[in-house]
């Protein structure tokens, strides 16, 4: 019986994580090169039932839902022409290299800058990395030639802010890099304001669910026994 | 639950940041040499759901708006036909020497004779390297040439040099249309290519419809994120309704 309470509140748990993610992909509607997230919902392992006093198996019951990962969707965004030097964007696959402090990084935010050694660097300071790994020098007249930029492959790529993903080296990527063009959010606010309109609709099932086995119990526990008095 | 909420707030504020370089640009939409203000957007960290449900799952918490410089596009060339008016086509910076000693650099190349017969800039900084025109020569009988010699009747007074720097970005706008250089800027060069043309300035370079483009699309962006604020607290308002 309590199972089903659990069920339901797991279910309203998930949504709120999809909630936050929703939120978060909303909020970078503007954020060059952003990748929005999608959930990917689970259910826990199921469990047997088994009538009691016979051992006869009566079936499987599932125990609710969780959301397993969020997985980046990398699919390509419109490039806008921006007219900037230092804008760059990726037409294809691949990503651009910068050089934190904690390695390498990828990044689809193609909006660099210079710092003061000359170097082409992210919105961060960290330098832009060519093709062969090394920091790109801007010319005198500030500018940098697209093919400068090297397009890096990477796996298991995964959000870790400041536009920059995580995830390890595969090679060169295949994407052509256009100069004055940056790729625009991947964020579809349409389609993310529907999620959320249907999330919440869920999460308030979720709710009616848990109040009607709540109304369950309490009947189970006034009338039960005011029957067995009479 | 509540960093959904944060999330959609951090992306109002971000717009909000946007806004205010929008509203700066086009209230300087006729200010010479003016350059336009480049607004970026970053995700923030992101971190453990923290929840029962989904606690490997690392969800953002919103966005963050920044000023990453400015637009190095060149601005029209206006003419005007006063003989101190120097409009610099390409990258480089006029450099004026301040009341308080330091360098500030600028665009704007409508340029003056103080008293002392000196050249500077409308807020009366002088030029670096300073140039002096003498006793009894006016602003009508001087010269510029496009690589910066002044000269009167065939005398050179001096020369105007440009000057640029590193990281363009960086330098920090102290208003009044100049900038100073900072650390993070490097320090000044000879600016490669850049020429100058007498009787002009160069104006702003701020796109009015670009801007106004922009500005509708905050505005979507503003309304959608306070959207989202809504649903959370919907949400928060049912898991309080659990409990009649």
Known sequence: ??????????????????????????????????????????????????????????????????????????????????????????????????????????TRDGQFSSNAAGQLTDAQGDPVLSQAGAPILVSAKGTVSASALGVFNANNVAQKGGTL?????????????????????GVDPIQTMTDMIASLRAYQAGQSALQSIDQTMQEDATSVPSLGGS | MLQGLYAAASGMEATQTQFDAISNDIANLSTPGYQSEEVGFADLLYSGG?????????????????????????????????PLDVAISGDGYLAVRRNDGSTGLTRNGALQVDSLGQLTNQDGNVVVPPITLPKGVQPGQVSIAANGDVTTAGRKLG???????????????????????????????????????????????????????????????????GQAIQYQDQMLQIANGIKK
């Open chain 2, 50 to 82: 923290g929840s029962s449900a989904g606690s490997s799952v690392a969800t953002g918490s919103g966005t963050v708006a920044t000023v990453i410089g400015r637009n190095q596009e060149q601005g029209a060339i206006d003419q005007t036909g006063d």
């Open chain 2, 159 to 225: 020369k105007i040099t440009l000057v640029t720097v590193p990281a363009p970005d960086q330098l920090q706008p102290d208003g009044h249309g100049t900038f100073s250089v900072t650390s993070g800027s490097g320090a000044t060069r000879a600016a490669a290519g850049a020429t100058l043309q007498q009787g002009a300035v160069e104006g702003s370079n701020v796109d009015l419809s670009e801007a106004m483009n922009t500005m509708v699309t905050a505005e979507r962006a503003y309304q959608m994120a």
């Open chain 1, 1 to 106: 019986m309590d199972s089903g309470l659990y069920i339901a509140a797991s279910g309203m748990l998930a949504e709120q994580v999809r909630q936050n993610q929703l939120s978060n992909d909303l909020a970078n509607s503007s954020t060059p090169g952003y990748k929005p997230q999608e959930g990917q919902q689970q259910s826990f392992g199921a469990l047997l039932l088994a009538n009691t006093s016979t051992g006869q198996t009566v079936g499987t019951i599932d125990t609710g839902v969780t959301v397993g990962k969020l997985v980046t969707d990398t699919t390509q965004a419109p490039l806008q022409s921006t007219g900037q030097p230092l804008d760059f964007a990726i037409g294809g696959q691949g990503y651009f290299a910068v050089r934190t402090a904690a390695g390498v990084s990828y």
């Open chain 1, 165 to 185: 993903l995580s995830g390890t080296a595969a090679g060169r990527g295949t994407g052509v890099v256009h100069q004055g063009e940056l790729e625009q959010s």
